[in-house]
C-alpha cells in the first residue's frame, strides 16, 4: 500500500519509514488505551505540520447519530484549557450534529470509508467563514484548516470508526494532498490493529491502576511469582497477592496464565511504560 502511494508521489520514501517508525511506536503503547492515541496523534501534528488534534472512536457514523466511545486531545501546552475542550465535547455528546461539517465528512465518505478531507475539499471558503463550525468551534480555538479521516474499527462489525481530526492555527496555509495521504495511510493501517494490538477505549488500561498495582501487574507480566515482587519492591507476599487479585478483577481474568495469555494473544510489548509513571 504504501509503496504504491510513494509512486504516485503523495508520499516520499522518508513519509513511509516515518508511518512504520510511528506504527510500530504505537504498538509498543498499545496496552494503554490513552498512551498510544496520544503519541499518534502527536506524531501525525509533527509529520503534517499540525497545531492541535483529536484522536477518538465513534459509532453510528452511517445513521449520522455519531456518538462518542472516547477521545483524547493532543495540544502544546497553553494552547486551551482542558475546561474549554470538555465543553465543546459535552455539547456534541448531546447534539450529534454540533459539528455539521463532520456530519458532512461522514456523508462523503459513507461509500468510500478512510479518506482523509481538509476543510477545502468540500466546504468553500464563503460558506466556512459564516459557517457554526468556524465561528462556534474554530475560531474561538484559534484554528482554521482541517482534516478529517474515519475508518471502520475492523475487529468489529458494528459501526464503529476509529478517527482523527487535525488542525492548524488561523492564518496558516491549508494542508497539503501529502499531509493528507500521510493521515489516510497512517489511519489505513492503525486501523487494523484496533481492538488487536491497540487498545480500545472501552478496554481497561494499566493507567487505570494505582501506582503500586502498576509495579505489580509489570512483574506479574515479566513472569514474577508473589515471593520474587515482593522481594524486587519491598512489599510482604500477602500485599502481593491482594495486588494481585485486583489486578486479576480489573482485567476480568482469574489468574496469571490467563492474564498472560490475554497480553500474548493482543500482541503487546514487554515495554512498560505505565509502572513507572
Known amino acids: 500500500m504504501w509503496g504504491n502511494m510513494s509512486k504516485s508521489g503523495q508520499l516520499r520514501s522518508r513519509d513511509v519509514r516515518d508511518l512504520f517508525q510511528v506504527v510500530g511506536e504505537c504498538r509498543?503503547?498499545?496496552?494503554?488505551?490513552?498512551?498510544?492515541?496520544s503519541h499518534l496523534i502527536g506524531r501525525l501534528a509533527t509529520l503534517t505540520g499540525a497545531d492541535a488534534g483529536l484522536k477518538g472512536e465513534m459509532a453510528d457514523c452511517r445513521s449520522g447519530k455519531?456518538?462518542?466511545?472516547?477521545?483524547?486531545?493532543?495540544?502544546?501546552e497553553g494552547f486551551k484549557p482542558p475546561?474549554?475542550?470538555?465543553?465543546?465535547l459535552a455539547r456534541f455528546r448531546e447534539n450529534p450534529g454540533y459539528s455539521p461539517a463532520l456530519s458532512t465528512y461522514h456523508h462523503l465518505t459513507r461509500t468510500d470509508p478512510g479518506r482523509a478531507l481538509s476543510r477545502e475539499d468540500f466546504i468553500a471558503d464563503r460558506d466556512w467563514y459564516g459557517s457554526h463550525d468556524f465561528l462556534k468551534i474554530n475560531e474561538?480555538?484559534?484554528?482554521?484548516a482541517i482534516?478529517?479521516?474515519?475508518?471502520?474499527?475492523?475487529?468489529?462489525?458494528?459501526?464503529?470508526?476509529?478517527?482523527?481530526?487535525l488542525a492548524r492555527n488561523k492564518g496558516r496555509?491549508?494542508?497539503?494532498?501529502?499531509?493528507?495521504?500521510?493521515?489516510?495511510?497512517?489511519?489505513?493501517v492503525i486501523s487494523t490493529l484496533v481492538g488487536g494490538a491497540l487498545a480500545r477505549f472501552a478496554e481497561p488500561s494499566p493507567t487505570d491502576l494505582s501506582p503500586r498495582a502498576r509495579q505489580v501487574l509489570a512483574c506479574i507480566l515479566e513472569g514474577?511469582?508473589?515471593?520474587q515482587i515482593a522481594t524486587r519492591l519491598g512489599l510482604s507476599t500477602n500485599t502481593v497477592?491482594?495486588?494481585?487479585?485486583?489486578?486479576?478483577?480489573?482485567?476480568?481474568?482469574?489468574?496469571?496464565?490467563?492474564?498472560?495469555?490475554?497480553?500474548?494473544?493482543?500482541?503487546?510489548?514487554?515495554?512498560?511504560?505505565?509502572?513507572?509513571?
Open 173 to 188: 496555509r491549508d494542508f497539503s494532498k501529502r499531509d493528507r495521504a500521510i493521515v489516510r495511510e497512517a489511519h489505513a
Open 224 to 227: 514474577d511469582g508473589d515471593k
Open 241 to 277: 497477592n491482594h495486588y494481585a487479585k485486583a489486578i486479576f478483577r480489573h482485567f476480568g481474568v482469574q489468574s496469571r496464565p490467563e492474564l498472560l495469555a490475554r497480553w500474548i494473544r493482543r500482541g503487546w510489548c514487554k515495554s512498560f511504560p505505565w509502572a513507572h509513571q
Open 140 to 144: 474561538p480555538l484559534g484554528v482554521d
Open 147 to 165: 482534516i478529517w479521516c474515519f475508518r471502520p474499527i475492523l475487529s468489529t462489525a458494528a459501526d464503529e470508526n476509529t478517527g482523527v481530526i
Open 28 to 37: 509498543e503503547l498499545g496496552d494503554d488505551r490513552a498512551a498510544w492515541r
Open 66 to 76: 455519531n456518538t462518542d466511545l472516547g477521545v483524547i486531545i493532543w495540544a502544546p
Open 83 to 88: 475546561a474549554y475542550w470538555s465543553e465543546h
